[in-house]
């Protein structure tokens, strides 16, 4: 193997890692965010159900009882952009994000797994070269 060959392979192993780190957070991101839509959905779905009197999660573990008649919530539709919307709508639109979310975690979960994979191929080839 030249040595063009062995500094292509340094650059692209960091390149990889880089990559990765990228991918990585995103896969935090993507999965906070399916935990508060997750959250949110099953918050809809307490609200359709049959009211009385009900723990509310205000923040930083703190819980309030109410009791609520809700029909509809105010959610957001982008751009700073809000509407109130039935139960049944915040409910089917909360779902859809979620399997966009859904997938969108799988597809970084396999770029990820891939990139480890050629960043193992590539270690393992320069370590055989005796280069850490």
Known sequence: MSRQDVQRLLEEYQLIGELLSSLQAQHATVAELLEELT????????L?????ERLVHIG?????????EAK?????????YHAFLDLN???????????EYS???????ENIEKLAERAAQIRQALERLGIR
Do not use: C, W
């Open 48 to 52: 359709k159900g049959e009211g009385g």
């Open 60 to 68: 930083a573990g703190l819980f309030v009882k109410g009791v609520f």
């Open 103 to 109: 997938k969108l975690k799988t597809s970084l979960e």
């Open 89 to 99: 709508n915040a409910e089917r639109i909360l779902q859809e994000r979620i399997e």
């Open 39 to 46: 959250t949110a959905l099953d918050g809809v779905r307490l």
């Open 72 to 80: 509809e919530v105010l959610a957001p539709l982008g751009a700073g």
